[in-house]
């Protein structure tokens, strides 16, 4: 599977609970389209969340974001990590 790195804009004020909800929400069904969600970081000033995953592809990660709630603005594959 392919590591993918997604980023939603416009969260600004996003708060740590916020965060973790979005997240729980992408874990619970990720199976579904057999991603799986390793890690979200957020910037509360700019407004800007990234997520890490690994999944088959690029629209499977969007299918979950958007049936979670949260689309992604943009989504990256990650080919090489060291």
Same mark, same amino acid.
């Given at each position: 599977?392919? #590591?993918?790195?997604d980023v939603h804009h +416009?969260? *600004?004020?996003?708060?740590? $609970? =916020? &965060?973790?909800?979005a997240h729980q929400a992408?874990l619970a069904i990720e199976? =579904? $389209?057999?991603?799986?969600?390793?890690? *979200?970081? @957020?910037?509360?000033? /700019?407004?800007?969340?990234?997520? &890490?995953? =690994? *999944?088959? /592809? @690029?629209? *499977?990660? #969007?299918?979950?974001?958007?049936?979670? +709630?949260?689309?992604?603005? $943009?989504?990256? %594959?990650? %080919? &090489? /990590?060291?």
């Open positions: 599977m392919t #590591q993918f790195m +416009g969260m *600004a004020g996003i708060t740590a $609970e =916020q &965060l973790m909800h992408d199976k =579904q $389209e057999g991603v799986h969600f390793e890690k *979200a970081w @957020a910037d509360p000033a /700019s407004g800007t969340v990234y997520c &890490l995953s =690994q *999944a088959p /592809s @690029a629209e *499977a990660v #969007q299918r979950i974001h958007e049936r979670a +709630g949260h689309k992604a603005d $943009e989504i990256h %594959p990650v %080919p &090489l /990590s060291v």
